[in-house]
């Protein structure tokens, strides 16, 4: 004859509804409390305590025993909130160096950005054909190379890298196009 805990991991394993309300009532609070022995928040205990109670329901394992199916559970409590914290030490780690790197940036970082910022917002007003040839020459390709990669003559190149230029020239004035030329090329 099947015990009461026996029945209720028959049920679980054939997903019951009623036995998923009886899951929570008998395992909810326990779990969190020990969730937040580990996490230190109880919205987090409850968010890992519930993910754990989604992933009992949608998986295809099948629980031999209640001694069993609560190991399961305390486990799986306790890997999601290791895998919360190695989660939080890299939004943490990630957090400092951008402060770090925020401390750091000086106004010529600045500057620099927005140059090539602007830089690329007027090569991608270019057509088509001088855009594709300039963004090659950005890339360090060669005259040759550009003209073999699009299919062009070597004077069809400079000839688009030349009105390139003086496009770039004219939208971003002689001292930024300078600028940006020391810069990029």
């Known amino acids: 004859m099947e015990n009461l805990d026996s029945i209720f ?26 969730a937040m022995r580990r ?16 992933n009992v329901w949608e998986m295809n394992k099948e629980f031999n025993s209640y001694v069993g199916f609560r190991a399961f559970l305390y486990s799986a409590v306790n890997n999601r909130c290791l ?12 957090a ?13 970082e600045i500057a620099e950005e927005e140059m090539y910022r602007e830089l690329h917002l007027a090569v991608s007003e270019l057509p088509e054909r001088s ?8 890339k360090g390709k060669k005259n040759e190379e550009i ?10 190149v400079k000839s688009y890298k030349k009105n390139a230029m003086q496009y770039l020239r004219k939208r971003l004035g002689g001292v930024y196009f300078l600028l940006l030329v020391s810069k990029f090329f």
Do not use: M, P, W
Request: glycine letters at 2%; proline letters at 0%.
């Open 9 to 34: 991991v028959r049920r679980i394993n054939e997903k019951q509804e009623e036995a998923f309300h009886e899951l929570f009532k008998r395992f909810f609070n326990y779990l969190v409390v020990y």
């Open 39 to 54: 996490v230190q928040r109880r919205d987090v205990a409850e968010d890992v305590v519930q993910e754990v109670f989604v």
């Open 83 to 94: 895998d919360y914290l190695k989660h939080l030490a890299v939004e943490n780690h990630y």
């Open 96 to 108: 400092e160096v951008f402060i770090k790197k925020g401390k750091e940036c000086d106004e010529l």
């Open 131 to 138: 855009r594709a040839v300039f963004e090659l020459h950005l």
């Open 147 to 156: 003209a073999q990669l699009l299919d062009l003559s070597i004077l069809t």
